[in-house]
């Protein structure tokens, strides 16, 4: 848990620095959570946040798999209802964070995954 408050925190001050604009963290639905919901320019993204203190296990954008990408559609189909005219041009991003020794690398995927639900 700690460990991925931490990595949110850091995904947050990355983000910005690449001109992203933090609209929402830790967006809850009764299906899933979607951790940052942000603009970059005019699209609207919703981000998953992986961060490990290994790579043991795999990169940390490697948990992001089926299951965890349709509960993130899922999510955002349901944060997008509140635009109820025009819904914005949006996509997925992952963030992997591999954090050790107070230091930290960096990995964005940008457009990382489709939804498998129209919007």
Do not use: H, W
């Amino acid at each position: 848990m700690r460990l991925g408050k931490e990595g949110e925190e850091l995904a947050k001050k990355f983000l910005n620095k690449k001109g992203y604009k933090i609209i929402e963290q830790n967006y809850k639905t009764p299906i899933g959570e979607i951790d940052i919901i942000a603009s970059d320019r005019e699209t609207l993204v919703f981000i998953e946040v992986k961060t490990r203190e290994s790579l043991e296990f795999g990169m940390p954008f490697e948990a992001v798999n089926y299951t965890k990408r349709n509960k993130i559609s899922k999510a955002a189909l349901l944060y997008l209802k509140r635009f109820k005219e025009k819904i914005p041009a949006c996509r997925f991003d992952v963030l992997s964070i591999c954090y050790k020794n107070n230091k930290s690398e960096f990995e964005l995927i940008r457009d990382a995954f489709e939804s498998s639900f129209k919007f």
